[in-house]
């Protein structure tokens, strides 16, 4: 909405954006008054006034502060105690200090700084200005607040006749004066220094008012608790600060936290002084069990009776009775929408005779024992005893209404209703350019937790009101004197304590006002209470001792209120937006007015009255405000009508028989739209408590809602009922908010529905949805029909908020009041366009009210064609057949096309058939009907055309959203082609223009339902070719199989394409059984997770995740069996099939081949409960072929099986080195002839019989060790025979990876198509798979891994660059198992474990482990070449450079020492390469597949290889750890001079001279750096690594020879070195150093010429052989002797 300005309006709007204020004062409410102002504050811009007794304060935006009136006290602050009587003087102690509040006392003053520091002077002989002192101050000075748990952030504060209170962001309140005010306990004494109120600690306080002698706090609600005092566990807050009510026959005891009275038969003592930290109880807080209290109560009266309603009654000073009934009206009943009837009698209880005397109840009188319990029955009737309520489990109507709403909607609302949102007249105000977020107002506002106190330096705030939860739920409590009633609590007693007033609690009390001694509180809606003193008719009702409602002229709605000695002011809302301010009261006296010169008008004053305005009226009429010329009260609500000739107001005060408000001239036009603005909010939010209230309440009374039940109308009516509460809140929000902004207390820009326009405006756009739902089923006329004899109760209100006559019927009525919230989006578009033209055009304001602005202009269009849509789909349902009607009418459904209208038929159709088509926003419906014609239609009364009931067949409901509409095949004819899940129509026009229009229709209603967005209303032909997208082939959706053939009554959710399953979803079927995964064409194919419950009732169901193909599982997956039982591996068309692993419940263990769901192939299977293990080849899950068995007690044997028996000649082998070779059986038994190995080398030959460790029988011939011929003398060359070769073992798993590389029937392969096989082997990876790799390295490895590197394109060479090349590739493919090579390495690492090591881990397996990875590297290399075809074949032929060799100065080997330390990494390098570039030259003959690839497969398979070179080599290397241990006890000196180190090659001069040891005791330094290398021997992987580890130890032996004997020229020789390389292996002390040894010799690459590497090799052999058999001294002496 675009909203023109002139250009010289533009710019002074641009001038005169910011309200520019004027504080004037006046008193009483003549007509001829001339309000006052003070010249020099007029360009001050105040913000806040305020009143004392006899002296005023004014802040200013600047944060000054200025004073003005008495002095005695000190209490101007201007350093002395003298008067100021012509105009305000600006307070200079206070420069500098960022002052955002003023409050004034009778006689003191207090100000409060945005960093929570309070500053007063004034009056403190009572110890009111909370500095300690006890006199007069004149200067301001700092109130020190300590507390040991917190450091209190104040918030708020104000100021009484003798003392003050502040509010902490806590919420918690603090006071210091004197009197019971101070809620303290502490009767008369001074407390000089603030303390905390204990009696509110555990509650949420948002707002305090000090009155003269009393004091009011608006706290947060907090919910019931259960009798007893025991705590409901969904408690709102922490903390009720609330206790129980208990009574007997002799006690009656608000105990726990409230006050305690204990009556007797003689005296009724308290025991407040007994209880310090004691806490006041809230009425609403509590249940009561109190039967006796309940049969006092009933008793009659002869003061009063007790109404119905339980209210309390009315007390007067003078006792008088007031028998007559006040005419109802609403008023609030418990929350901001609910208004009750204000029928509560003033009654008044019975009161004993000695507490009528006297207005002060004294503990210390003896009176009648049942004259008291019927007292104190009569003062609980407030708290409506009652049983304890069970809680309700129900749902709140917020958390009903949001779970029904969409998740997006239902997360918006619940942030626009939070309490962040509900905050009144909060002042924030930014400080050097510091903004301040939501989330930090509401911790200041709600004291929800501590402000940082760096952060409370930049902020500006003032809580003069506030707004609590969802409902608005406050209670106001009061304490201090009670003498006038002005505590509220229905008698004049004096409370020392916090004590809630049950007549306020929900009523949605947003602001306390307390007064000298009357008090006030306005409500959300804009009612206000008062009760207190009514000396003048200053509370505007008859009312004194508790709440009542001002009745407002014109029900006008109240925003703000001021209370002084005996008059009341009140800021409404007036004609044409401008405020009107309503005075109660008395009047000052005429001489009074006249000796201060307020009454009559200057000539030259711009206030004149006309002539006409001096004509007096009666006080009877006042209502219509008639001009007076004196009068001496106004005990109903008098308009001051000379205000409005000030200007705007928008703020009031009042102290004494003064007033005084804040009003702004309204130059620029900007106050006058921003009132206008904010009035019709707070009336919206007026009516539609109202509504909710008494329409609402009417017609969901529990008589309809049976009527209703289980009907079409009832849930929409639901949600429209809950959703209209909670856009009440809304609108509750932006009320405060706006209120807030006039009055200086926000910023525009924090509005809620500017700040969080999105949230806000989604409230308005679901509640339209709801109401055009309701209304496309026609639910307000049947409202108004079933609820017609509730609703006539409540014309009124109709014909109020209608401005209409008495309404008929209800429906039209009922839609009209529902459609209020809607109604009200074009004023927003139209009143933010209209604020945004005084903003200049770069200014953020102006932006966001622009865009404001037009967003809600887009809603209020949007909401038009939704009721249209509405309105047009109920004509339609009128005409339906009522068979169709019950079966596909729906509240959110709108008919789009109708057959009928626009004609569209079945291609060829039967010449006897007739079809009807209507096209829905969500479905499609092919309806057919009888013989009859469809073209002959039915006629109704209205004209309307329809088909009638007789006429109606059936009916097919296809979902919009699974519907895929193209244009038909046949080219010559107007066909349209709907494709469905399991069906297909073709449709066809009459025309090509009705085909296109139809199509179009159709397209356009699935692209809506698809993309959540409101349909258009273009057409094809209007719309531009750009727009005219056809919708996503591929969408989500859910169905129900009925007729498919697997998927039969299945419910499919996921991607669909073109009518088929497609994509990502999940599956269901009646039985329970569950696809969740990918499917691909209607069949299950991708990753998918299958679930088959168990018949058994709390049996596991069966699961299976992995790869699916056709709708079979094939691929890897992971089936877990409902006994326990699971399968790792490779399917085939829904059977185990391929490489895999089974692990039984019971513990047994198979891991090999498969194939059609049977072992069969090479594979080990562990029977922990037989306790043995078999390796060998399998088929038809029977044993069969070669195989060898290892059982847990150590026994070995190998043979032939046949299914499952060992047949024929076998070999057995035992733990002690016995070996039978001979005819074996399963047992292993032995069964004919064989020969017996001994471990003595005797030898049995003969025949055998019997199992094996259970006896057996031997026939045959005994041969002692000395006669068996050297060449068979233990002989062992026949194991392993009957076993599985290595090339041979887990042949599955590499053809898996061949299958892959396209390696088929031994075709030479295509290098390209093998990398584009490896490619797509990774991107068609599942994304749990993805998952296992960090998210930081996904992406960066898949894509380094799908590249082809340099060195993978054959150059027929392979340089040191390619090498490298090659070698990173290979480290990131069998580092992750997306890559073939990966997850190959994977599989038989995890195979290699399993045979190697657990149960039946065996020495002798140690052969068979070596071979195996020996077999893996050859035929690892094998693909590996396939990769990289310029690598060499297994055999180089005429290698150059030997491989144990030293490196030559123009090459050094490639491996990966990654693993080493890092000092060894820095000698490996440095003794590598020195100072060289990468060569050119080809070095193809130096590599091999050993080189290449140990350093990638052995750290994998290391643990268990050398697991069992430990156990092989157990018994030496034990020996040789002990002769180690023994060594290494010596000194170093000793240790080498043992060694037969050359004792100038010792080393030890440098170090003793650095040691205070002798040289003979020092141990462990000599040759450190070599020692330290050699270490890390264990530390590698690899023998080549091995063997580097060994020659850079003896590189650093000769370097420190050479570092400490530098001047002599030495020449090393083997028989130096030995000695010393000895010493250094000693001291490394290497545990298992036999078994690296043998490590390095069964896997060393090049066994012949071993070079320099291999005689160092050789030498560290001879130094373990030494140290293993050589005798120590020790060991000859014990021998000797």
Same mark, same amino acid.
């Given at each position: 909405?675009?909203?023109?300005?002139?250009?010289?309006?533009?710019?002074?709007?641009?001038?005169?954006?910011?309200?520019?204020?004027?504080?004037?004062?006046?008193?009483?409410?003549?007509?001829?008054?001339?309000?006052?102002?003070?010249?020099?504050?007029?360009?001050?811009?105040?913000?806040?006034?305020?009143?004392?007794?006899?002296?005023?304060?004014?802040?200013?935006?600047?944060?000054?502060?200025?004073?003005?009136?008495?002095?005695?006290?000190?209490?101007?602050?201007?350093?002395?105690?003298?008067?100021?009587?012509?105009?305000?003087?600006?307070?200079?102690?206070?420069?500098?200090?960022?002052?955002?509040?003023?409050?004034?006392?009778?006689?003191?003053?207090?100000?409060?700084?945005?960093?929570?520091?309070?500053?007063?002077?004034?009056?403190?002989?009572?110890?009111?200005?909370?500095?300690?002192?006890?006199?007069?101050?004149?200067?301001?000075?700092?109130?020190?607040?300590?507390?040991?748990?917190?450091?209190?952030?104040?918030?708020?504060?104000?100021?009484?006749?003798?003392?003050?209170?502040?509010?902490?962001?806590?919420?918690?309140?603090?006071?210091?004066?004197?009197?019971?005010?101070?809620?303290?306990?502490?009767?008369?004494?001074?407390?000089?220094?603030?303390?905390?109120?204990?009696?509110?600690?555990?509650?949420?306080?948002?707002?305090?008012?000090?009155?003269?002698?009393?004091?009011?706090?608006?706290?947060?609600?907090?919910?019931?608790?259960?009798?007893?005092?025991?705590?409901?566990?969904?408690?709102?807050?922490?903390?009720?600060?609330?206790?129980?009510?208990?009574?007997?026959?002799?006690?009656?005891?608000?105990?726990?936290?409230?006050?305690?009275?204990?009556?007797?038969?003689?005296?009724?003592?308290?025991?407040?002084?007994?209880?310090?930290?004691?806490?006041?109880?809230?009425?609403?807080?509590?249940?009561?069990?109190?039967?006796?209290?309940?049969?006092?109560?009933?008793?009659?009266?002869?003061?009063?009776?007790?109404?119905?309603?339980?209210?309390?009654?009315?007390?007067?000073?003078?006792?008088?009775?007031?028998?007559?009934?006040?005419?109802?009206?609403?008023?609030?009943?418990?929350?901001?929408?609910?208004?009750?009837?204000?029928?509560?009698?003033?009654?008044?209880?019975?009161?004993?005779?000695?507490?009528?005397?006297?207005?002060?109840?004294?503990?210390?009188?003896?009176?009648?024992?049942?004259?008291?319990?019927?007292?104190?029955?009569?003062?609980?009737?407030?708290?409506?005893?009652?049983?304890?309520?069970?809680?309700?489990?129900?749902?709140?109507?917020?958390?009903?209404?949001?779970?029904?709403?969409?998740?997006?909607?239902?997360?918006?609302?619940?942030?626009?209703?939070?309490?962040?949102?509900?905050?009144?007249?909060?002042?924030?105000?930014?400080?050097?350019?510091?903004?301040?977020?939501?989330?930090?107002?509401?911790?200041?506002?709600?004291?929800?937790?501590?402000?940082?106190?760096?952060?409370?330096?930049?902020?500006?705030?003032?809580?003069?009101?506030?707004?609590?939860?969802?409902?608005?739920?406050?209670?106001?409590?009061?304490?201090?004197?009670?003498?006038?009633?002005?505590?509220?609590?229905?008698?004049?007693?004096?409370?020392?304590?916090?004590?809630?007033?049950?007549?306020?609690?929900?009523?949605?009390?947003?602001?306390?006002?307390?007064?000298?001694?009357?008090?006030?509180?306005?409500?959300?809606?804009?009612?206000?209470?008062?009760?207190?003193?009514?000396?003048?008719?200053?509370?505007?009702?008859?009312?004194?001792?508790?709440?009542?409602?001002?009745?407002?002229?014109?029900?006008?709605?109240?925003?703000?209120?001021?209370?002084?000695?005996?008059?009341?002011?009140?800021?409404?809302?007036?004609?044409?937006?401008?405020?009107?301010?309503?005075?109660?009261?008395?009047?000052?006296?005429?001489?009074?007015?006249?000796?201060?010169?307020?009454?009559?008008?200057?000539?030259?004053?711009?206030?004149?009255?006309?002539?006409?305005?001096?004509?007096?009226?009666?006080?009877?009429?006042?209502?219509?405000?008639?001009?007076?010329?004196?009068?001496?009260?106004?005990?109903?609500?008098?308009?001051?009508?000379?205000?409005?000739?000030?200007?705007?107001?928008?703020?009031?005060?009042?102290?004494?028989?003064?007033?005084?408000?804040?009003?702004?001239?309204?130059?620029?036009?900007?106050?006058?739209?921003?009132?206008?603005?904010?009035?019709?909010?707070?009336?919206?939010?007026?009516?539609?408590?109202?509504?909710?209230?008494?329409?609402?309440?009417?017609?969901?009374?529990?008589?309809?809602?049976?009527?209703?039940?289980?009907?079409?109308?009832?849930?929409?009516?639901?949600?429209?009922?809950?959703?209209?509460?909670?856009?009440?809140?809304?609108?509750?929000?932006?009320?405060?908010?706006?209120?807030?902004?006039?009055?200086?207390?926000?910023?525009?820009?924090?509005?809620?529905?500017?700040?969080?326009?999105?949230?806000?405006?989604?409230?308005?756009?679901?509640?339209?949805?709801?109401?055009?739902?309701?209304?496309?089923?026609?639910?307000?006329?049947?409202?108004?029909?079933?609820?017609?004899?509730?609703?006539?109760?409540?014309?009124?209100?109709?014909?109020?908020?209608?401005?209409?006559?008495?309404?008929?019927?209800?429906?039209?009525?009922?839609?009209?009041?529902?459609?209020?919230?809607?109604?009200?989006?074009?004023?927003?578009?139209?009143?933010?366009?209209?604020?945004?033209?005084?903003?200049?055009?770069?200014?953020?304001?102006?932006?966001?009210?622009?865009?404001?602005?037009?967003?809600?202009?887009?809603?209020?269009?949007?909401?038009?064609?939704?009721?249209?849509?509405?309105?047009?789909?109920?004509?339609?349902?009128?005409?339906?057949?009522?068979?169709?009607?019950?079966?596909?009418?729906?509240?959110?459904?709108?008919?789009?096309?109708?057959?009928?209208?626009?004609?569209?038929?079945?291609?060829?159709?039967?010449?006897?058939?007739?079809?009807?088509?209507?096209?829905?926003?969500?479905?499609?419906? @092919?309806?057919?009907?009888?013989?009859?014609?469809?073209?002959?239609?039915?006629?109704?009364?209205?004209?309307?055309?329809?088909?009638?009931?007789?006429?109606?067949?059936?009916?097919?409901?296809?979902?919009?959203?699974?519907?895929?509409?193209?244009?038909?095949?046949?080219?010559?004819?107007?066909?349209?082609?709907?494709?469905?899940?399991?069906?297909?129509?073709?449709?066809?026009?009459?025309?090509?223009?009705?085909?296109?229009?139809?199509?179009?229709?159709?397209?356009?209603?699935?692209?809506?339902?698809?993309?959540?967005?409101?349909?258009?209303?273009?057409?094809?032909?209007?719309?531009?070719?750009?727009?005219?997208?056809?919708?996503?082939?591929?969408?989500?959706?859910?169905?129900?199989?009925?007729?498919?053939?697997?998927?039969?009554?299945?419910?499919?959710?996921?991607?669909?394409?073109?009518?088929?399953?497609?994509?990502?979803?999940?599956?269901?079927?009646?039985?329970?059984?569950?696809?969740?995964?990918?499917?691909?064409?209607?069949?299950?194919?991708?990753?998918?997770?299958?679930?088959?419950?168990?018949?058994?009732?709390?049996?596991?169901?069966?699961?299976?995740?992995?790869?699916?193909?056709?709708?079979?599982?094939?691929?890897?997956?992971?089936?877990?069996?409902?006994?326990?039982?699971?399968?790792?591996?490779?399917?085939?068309?829904?059977?185990?099939?391929?490489?895999?692993?089974?692990?039984?419940?019971?513990?047994?263990?198979?891991?090999?081949?498969?194939?059609?769901?049977?072992?069969?192939?090479?594979?080990?299977?562990?029977?922990?409960?037989?306790?043995?293990?078999?390796?060998?080849?399998?088929?038809?899950?029977?044993?069969?072929?070669?195989?060898?068995?290892?059982?847990?007690?150590?026994?070995?044997?190998?043979?032939?099986?046949?299914?499952?028996?060992?047949?024929?000649?076998?070999?057995?082998?035992?733990?002690?080195?016995?070996?039978?070779?001979?005819?074996?059986?399963?047992?292993?038994?032995?069964?004919?002839?064989?020969?017996?190995?001994?471990?003595?080398?005797?030898?049995?030959?003969?025949?055998?019989?019997?199992?094996?460790?259970?006896?057996?029988?031997?026939?045959?011939?005994?041969?002692?060790?000395?006669?068996?011929?050297?060449?068979?003398?233990?002989?062992?060359?026949?194991?392993?025979?009957?076993?599985?070769?290595?090339?041979?073992?887990?042949?599955?798993?590499?053809?898996?990876?061949?299958?892959?590389?396209?390696?088929?029937?031994?075709?030479?392969?295509?290098?390209?198509?093998?990398?584009?096989?490896?490619?797509?082997?990774?991107?068609?990876?599942?994304?749990?798979?993805?998952?296992?790799?960090?998210?930081?390295?996904?992406?960066?490895?898949?894509?380094?891994?799908?590249?082809?590197?340099?060195?993978?394109?054959?150059?027929?060479?392979?340089?040191?660059?390619?090498?490298?090349?090659?070698?990173?590739?290979?480290?990131?493919?069998?580092?992750?198992?997306? @890559?073939?090579?990966?997850?190959?390495?994977?599989?038989?690492?995890?195979?290699?474990?399993?045979?190697?090591?657990?149960?039946?881990?065996?020495?002798?397996?140690?052969?068979?482990?070596?071979?195996?990875?020996?077999?893996?590297?050859?035929?690892?290399?094998?693909?590996?070449?396939?990769?990289?075809?310029?690598?060499?074949?297994?055999?180089?032929?005429?290698?150059?450079?030997?491989?144990?060799?030293?490196?030559?100065?123009?090459?050094?080997?490639?491996?990966?020492?990654?693993?080493?330390?890092?000092?060894?990494?820095?000698?490996?390098?440095?003794?590598?390469?020195?100072?060289?570039?990468?060569?050119?030259?080809?070095?193809?003959? @130096?590599?091999?597949?050993?080189?290449?690839?140990?350093?990638?497969?052995?750290?994998?398979?290391?643990?268990?290889?050398?697991?069992?070179?430990?156990?092989?080599?157990?018994?030496?290397?034990?020996?040789?750890?002990?002769?180690?241990?023994?060594?290494?006890?010596?000194?170093?000196?000793?240790?080498?001079?043992?060694?037969?180190?050359?004792?100038?090659?010792?080393?030890?001069?440098?170090?003793?001279?650095?040691?205070?040891?002798?040289?003979?005791?020092?141990?462990?330094?000599?040759?450190?750096?070599?020692?330290?290398?050699?270490?890390?021997?264990?530390?590698?992987?690899?023998?080549?690594?091995?063997?580097?580890?060994?020659?850079?130890?003896?590189?650093?032996?000769?370097?420190?020879?050479?570092?400490?004997?530098?001047?002599?020229?030495?020449?090393?020789?083997?028989?130096?070195?030995?000695?010393?390389?000895?010493?250094?292996?000693?001291?490394?002390?290497?545990?298992?150093?036999?078994?690296?040894?043998?490590?390095?010799?069964?896997?060393?690459?090049?066994?012949?010429?071993?070079?320099?590497?291999? @005689?160092?090799?050789?030498?560290?052999?001879?130094?373990?052989?030494?140290?293993?058999?050589?005798?120590?001294?020790?060991?000859?002496?014990?021998?000797?002797?």
């Amino acid at each position: 909405m675009e909203i023109k300005v002139e250009q010289d309006d533009k710019e002074t709007a641009k001038v005169q954006q910011s309200l520019q204020a004027v504080a004037i004062t006046w008193k009483g409410f003549l007509s001829s008054t001339s309000p006052q102002a003070f010249p020099n504050l007029n360009t001050k811009n105040v913000i806040k006034i305020s009143l004392g007794s006899k002296h005023s304060a004014y802040l200013t935006d600047q944060h000054a502060v200025y004073c003005y009136g008495s002095g005695e006290f000190g209490q101007l602050g201007h350093k002395k105690f003298s008067d100021v009587t012509k105009q305000p003087v600006l307070v200079q102690d206070l420069k500098g200090e960022n002052v955002v509040d003023v409050v004034c006392g009778s006689n003191h003053t207090a100000v409060l700084c945005s960093d929570g520091i309070v500053f007063c002077w004034g009056d403190s002989s009572s110890g009111q200005c909370g500095n300690g002192q006890m006199d007069k101050i004149h200067t301001p000075q700092q109130v020190q607040i300590s507390d040991l748990d917190s450091d209190p952030f104040l918030t708020q504060i104000s100021c009484g006749d003798s003392h003050t209170s502040a509010l902490s962001s806590k919420g918690e309140v603090w006071s210091w004066g004197t009197g019971p005010q101070l809620g303290l306990g502490t009767g008369s004494t001074p407390v000089a220094t603030p303390r905390k109120v204990q009696g509110l600690v555990g509650r949420k306080v948002l707002q305090i008012s000090c009155g003269a002698n009393h004091s009011l706090a608006l706290v947060k609600k907090v919910r019931s608790m259960k009798l007893g005092g025991t705590r409901q566990s969904d408690m709102d807050e922490e903390g009720s600060g609330s206790g129980s009510l208990m009574m007997t026959d002799e006690i009656y005891s608000l105990h726990e936290e409230g006050d305690i009275v204990i009556i007797t038969d003689t005296r009724m003592t308290s025991s407040l002084e007994e209880i310090p930290s004691v806490r006041s109880f809230s009425p609403d807080s509590i249940d009561v069990a109190a039967r006796e209290a309940m049969a006092a109560e009933k008793e009659a009266s002869e003061h009063g009776s007790v109404d119905s309603n339980n209210s309390q009654g009315t007390y007067t000073l003078n006792n008088e009775k007031h028998a007559e009934k006040k005419k109802e009206e609403p008023v609030s009943n418990g929350d901001v929408f609910v208004d009750e009837t204000d029928s509560t009698k003033t009654t008044t209880p019975p009161l004993p005779q000695s507490l009528r005397l006297e207005r002060k109840l004294t503990f210390t009188e003896s009176f009648d024992t049942e004259s008291t319990k019927k007292y104190l029955a009569e003062q609980l009737k407030p708290l409506q005893l009652s049983e304890p309520q069970k809680p309700s489990e129900k749902l709140s109507p917020k958390d009903r209404i949001l779970a029904s709403l969409p998740q997006a909607v239902a997360s918006k609302i619940t942030k626009l209703i939070s309490p962040l949102s509900l905050r009144s007249k909060f002042s924030l105000i930014s400080v050097e350019g510091t903004e301040f977020d939501d989330s930090e107002v509401e911790e200041l506002m709600m004291g929800g937790c501590h402000q940082d106190s760096d952060k409370a330096s930049d902020i500006r705030f003032s809580l003069e009101g506030a707004v609590d939860d969802l409902m608005l739920q406050t209670e106001v409590w009061s304490w201090g004197k009670g003498g006038n009633g002005q505590l509220g609590q229905g008698d004049p007693l004096e409370r020392a304590q916090p004590l809630a007033i049950k007549q306020l609690s929900g009523k949605g009390v947003t602001r306390v006002i307390a007064g000298q001694s009357h008090s006030m509180a306005i409500a959300s809606n804009g009612q206000v209470f008062s009760w207190g003193s009514n000396s003048d008719g200053q509370l505007g009702h008859n009312g004194q001792l508790i709440p009542k409602r001002i009745k407002m002229p014109n029900n006008a709605l109240v925003w703000d209120a001021a209370a002084g000695s005996t008059h009341t002011l009140l800021l409404a809302d007036g004609n044409s937006f401008q405020p009107d301010i309503y005075y109660l009261g008395k009047q000052p006296s005429l001489q009074e007015l006249k000796s201060e010169g307020r009454t009559g008008t200057p000539e030259s004053s711009p206030l004149k009255e006309s002539k006409d305005s001096s004509k007096k009226r009666s006080m009877s009429s006042i209502a219509k405000a008639p001009i007076v010329k004196y009068a001496a009260r106004a005990k109903q609500p008098e308009k001051l009508t000379f205000i409005r000739k000030c200007g705007w107001a928008q703020y009031i005060a009042a102290a004494s028989d003064l007033c005084a408000c804040i009003t702004d001239k309204n130059v620029s036009g900007f106050t006058s739209i921003l009132h206008e603005l904010t009035a019709t909010e707070r009336l919206l939010h007026y009516q539609l408590s109202t509504v909710r209230s008494t329409i609402l309440k009417a017609i969901s009374s529990s008589e309809i809602n049976k009527v209703l039940e289980s009907t079409i109308y009832q849930q929409p009516f639901r949600q429209i009922a809950e959703l209209f509460s909670l856009l009440g809140t809304a609108v509750a929000n932006n009320s405060i908010g706006l209120t807030a902004v006039i009055q200086r207390h926000r910023h525009l820009a924090d509005l809620t529905m500017l700040k969080s326009r999105t949230e806000y405006q989604a409230v308005f756009e679901q509640y339209a949805n709801y109401v055009c739902d309701f209304v496309t089923i026609g639910g307000f006329t049947h409202m108004g029909k079933v609820g017609s004899d509730a609703l006539s109760k409540h014309d009124a209100v109709f014909m109020e908020l209608l401005n209409e006559e008495k309404p008929a019927s209800y429906g039209s009525p009922l839609r009209s009041l529902m459609k209020l919230p809607l109604d009200r989006v074009k004023f927003y578009s139209y009143l933010l366009g209209k604020l945004s033209c005084y903003y200049a055009q770069d200014s953020t304001e102006f932006k966001l009210l622009k865009e404001s602005s037009s967003s809600w202009e887009t809603l209020q269009r949007s909401i038009d064609e939704k009721q249209a849509q509405a309105e047009e789909t109920r004509t339609f349902w009128e005409s339906c057949p009522t068979k169709l009607t019950e079966a596909i009418k729906r509240p959110d459904r709108r008919v789009l096309r109708d057959s009928r209208n626009k004609p569209l038929s079945l291609h060829n159709a039967g010449r006897l058939s007739q079809h009807w088509f209507l096209l829905f926003a969500d479905i499609f419906v @092919h309806a057919q009907l009888g013989k009859k014609c469809l073209t002959e239609r039915a006629t109704n009364t209205e004209g309307k055309s329809g088909v009638s009931s007789d006429k109606y067949a059936s009916h097919q409901v296809f979902p919009l959203a699974l519907i895929w509409a193209e244009p038909g095949q046949q080219s010559n004819q107007n066909t349209i082609q709907l494709t469905m899940p399991e069906a297909t129509l073709t449709l066809q026009t009459p025309s090509p223009a009705e085909k296109a229009d139809w199509l179009w229709s159709i397209n356009q209603a699935i692209d809506a339902l698809l993309t959540n967005q409101k349909l258009g209303g273009l057409s094809p032909v209007t719309t531009p070719m750009a727009q005219k997208i056809p919708p996503k082939l591929t969408r989500q959706g859910r169905y129900a199989f009925s007729g498919h053939s697997k998927f039969k009554d299945a419910v499919y959710e996921g991607v669909w394409h073109l009518g088929k399953p497609h994509g990502k979803g999940t599956l269901i079927w009646p039985d329970g059984k569950k696809y969740n995964g990918q499917f691909v064409q209607g069949q299950q194919h991708g990753y998918g997770v299958y679930t088959i419950p168990s018949a058994e009732q709390n049996g596991k169901a069966q699961v299976y995740d992995g790869q699916w193909q056709e709708s079979s599982m094939s691929g890897y997956g992971t089936l877990r069996y409902s006994n326990g039982d699971i399968y790792q591996g490779n399917f085939q068309d829904g059977r185990r099939h391929g490489h895999g692993i089974f692990h039984s419940s019971v513990g047994n263990l198979f891991i090999g081949e498969w194939q059609n769901d049977c072992r069969h192939g090479y594979g080990i299977m562990e029977e922990r409960q037989r306790g043995e293990k078999y390796m060998g080849k399998w088929e038809n899950n029977c044993r069969h072929g070669n195989g060898m068995v290892i059982t847990m007690g150590g026994l070995y044997y190998e043979g032939v099986f046949n299914q499952n028996k060992l047949m024929g000649v076998g070999i057995l082998l035992t733990e002690d080195g016995t070996v039978y070779e001979g005819e074996l059986t399963t047992g292993p038994t032995l069964s004919g002839k064989g020969l017996l190995r001994l471990p003595s080398g005797d030898v049995i030959d003969g025949s055998f019989s019997g199992l094996w460790g259970d006896g057996v029988k031997v026939n045959g011939t005994f041969r002692k060790a000395a006669e068996v011929t050297p060449s068979h003398r233990r002989k062992t060359s026949g194991i392993g025979k009957f076993t599985v070769a290595s090339d041979d073992k887990w042949e599955d798993v590499f053809d898996h990876v061949r299958s892959i590389f396209g390696l088929i029937d031994n075709k030479k392969p295509d290098y390209q198509k093998v990398w584009a096989a490896v490619a797509v082997a990774i991107s068609s990876l599942t994304q749990q798979e993805m998952e296992r790799l960090h998210k930081d390295e996904r992406s960066k490895v898949v894509e380094d891994l799908q590249k082809i590197p340099s060195s993978g394109q054959s150059k027929g060479k392979i340089t040191e660059e390619d090498y490298k090349s090659i070698q990173e590739y290979l480290t990131k493919a069998f580092e992750t198992s997306l @890559h073939p090579l990966g997850s190959l390495l994977e599989n038989l690492c995890v195979a290699y474990r399993e045979t190697y090591i657990g149960l039946g881990a065996h020495r002798w397996l140690l052969p068979y482990a070596v071979q195996e990875i020996k077999s893996y590297v050859k035929r690892i290399y094998q693909l590996v070449r396939v990769l990289f075809s310029d690598l060499p074949s297994e055999h180089p032929s005429k290698p150059n450079t030997p491989v144990h060799e030293a490196p030559s100065s123009d090459f050094h080997y490639y491996y990966d020492y990654s693993d080493s330390q890092t000092a060894v990494e820095a000698k490996l390098s440095k003794s590598a390469s020195k100072n060289r570039q990468p060569s050119s030259d080809d070095i193809t003959c @130096h590599i091999t597949s050993d080189g290449l690839l140990y350093p990638i497969v052995l750290p994998r398979l290391y643990p268990a290889l050398f697991t069992l070179y430990a156990l092989k080599n157990e018994e030496e290397d034990q020996q040789y750890q002990e002769r180690l241990k023994r060594l290494n006890e010596r000194p170093d000196m000793a240790l080498m001079a043992y060694l037969k180190v050359d004792q100038k090659f010792w080393l030890l001069e440098d170090v003793v001279k650095d040691s205070l040891k002798r040289i003979s005791e020092i141990r462990d330094v000599s040759y450190i750096t070599a020692v330290e290398c050699l270490q890390n021997l264990s530390t590698t992987f690899s023998p080549r690594q091995k063997l580097l580890i060994i020659h850079t130890a003896w590189e650093a032996i000769e370097e420190a020879i050479q570092t400490t004997l530098s001047s002599e020229n030495i020449t090393l020789g083997m028989d130096e070195l030995f000695p010393i390389f000895q010493y250094v292996v000693t001291r490394a002390r290497i545990p298992h150093l036999g078994s690296e040894l043998q490590l390095i010799n069964d896997l060393m690459e090049v066994k012949s010429d071993p070079g320099q590497w291999g @005689h160092m090799f050789t030498t560290l052999e001879a130094c373990y052989l030494l140290t293993r058999y050589d005798k120590l001294p020790e060991d000859c002496a014990e021998l000797h002797c």
